[in-house]
């Protein structure tokens, strides 16, 4: 179900801390509003949604999605933060955030020296759009884990509501690294939804099920309100019959889970992280961006419409005990 509801439509003021908007940032924003009129609002979801972007396989465009939904989003109005939980960095690299060793970052917040007001600068997409960065040190933040108390919710304790409600963000977006490692763990920990991105690809399905059962193991012992929420077809290629192959066995398997937007395989998708940009700001006609942007938008209607759903059930259940209680 799709519902477009709307806590406000009146565009939030920039921060006071956020930096002046670079030209890309300006020229990205303006493309937006252009190329994608029908769409420059989109719905704010009731209450703060945080996801889990994971997937051990490597290669599947994890990254790209994450930065690229994430900055679809802030262009049209909702406010955003990635946490970068991939030592590599390449989600800080394409939202144009500084990540060399002695940089505030994640690595920082796990281990609880730097909280997360700190931790998270803005991007150069947009003044909506906040990143916390990963540097090299977070290579070795598993090996320091291990022995810390409750290693599992280290990251959950860092984006405590009462952190989030000072940045004032609407969708945190968490990038994982391709491993079931700790800091995968801590990531599923700290959010209530995964979204799987899924490459038309021969392989696709090729280790789902031990992150699947992973993700069963979380929710089971240690977050009861996790599950998979979305999951997303990156990379098709529609002039193969593979990729249509695919795609019509993960729809069949996974049903509705499955976003109806596809990520089509775009040379100016994979030619944006090395300028520092996401595809929005590199290309904002491309197919891809204009992909990037359909898959927000229906993660947004979907959470505002789940939500919503939700909220009207709660009324309705407390109107039906309050009338049984006279």
Request: proline letters at 6%; charged letters at 20%.
């Amino acid at each position: 179900m799709s519902v477009s509801f709307n806590v406000s439509d009146v565009p939030r003021e920039t921060p006071a801390s956020a930096p002046e908007w670079t030209p890309i940032a300006e020229e990205a924003a303006r493309a937006a509003r252009v190329l994608h009129p029908e769409r420059y609002r989109m719905p704010r979801p009731l209450h703060r949604r945080v996801l889990t972007v994971a997937n051990q396989k490597g290669g599947v465009g994890k990254t790209t999605s994450t930065v690229n939904i994430a900055a679809a989003l802030a262009m049209h109005g909702v406010r955003t933060l990635v946490i970068d939980l991939d030592p590599q960095g390449n989600a800080s690299t394409a939202l144009g955030v500084e990540h060399r060793i002695g940089t505030p970052s994640v690595y920082e917040l796990l281990l609880g020296e730097m909280d997360l007001r700190e931790a998270a600068v803005p991007s150069t997409a947009s003044p909506q759009l906040l990143c916390v960065p990963a540097t090299i040190d977070l290579a070795g933040a598993e090996i320091e884990l291990v022995s810390m108390v409750a290693r599992e919710n280290r990251l959950k304790q860092a984006l405590s509501p009462e952190a989030l409600t000072e940045l004032d963000v609407d969708y945190v977006f968490i990038d994982c690294p391709p491993s079931l490692g700790l800091l995968t763990v801590n990531a599923l920990v700290a959010a209530s939804e995964v979204l799987i991105p899924i490459q038309c690809e021969y392989y696709a399905l090729e280790g789902l099920g031990q992150l699947l059962s992973n993700i069963d193991l979380v929710r089971s012992h240690l977050n009861t309100s996790l599950h998979v929420s979305t999951i997303l077809l990156t990379m098709y290629d529609g002039r193969t019959k593979l990729a249509d192959q695919v795609t019509q066995e993960v729809r069949g398997h996974f049903g509705d889970t499955v976003l109806r937007t596809v990520i089509p395989r775009s040379v100016k998708v994979s030619e944006a992280p090395g300028y520092s940009q996401t595809v929005l700001a590199y290309d904002p006609g491309s197919r891809g961006a204009m992909s990037y942007v359909d898959a927000a938008r229906e993660i947004a209607e979907r959470g505002a419409g789940r939500v919503y759903l939700d909220f009207l059930l709660k009324i309705y259940a407390a109107v039906r005990e309050r009338g049984a209680g006279r």
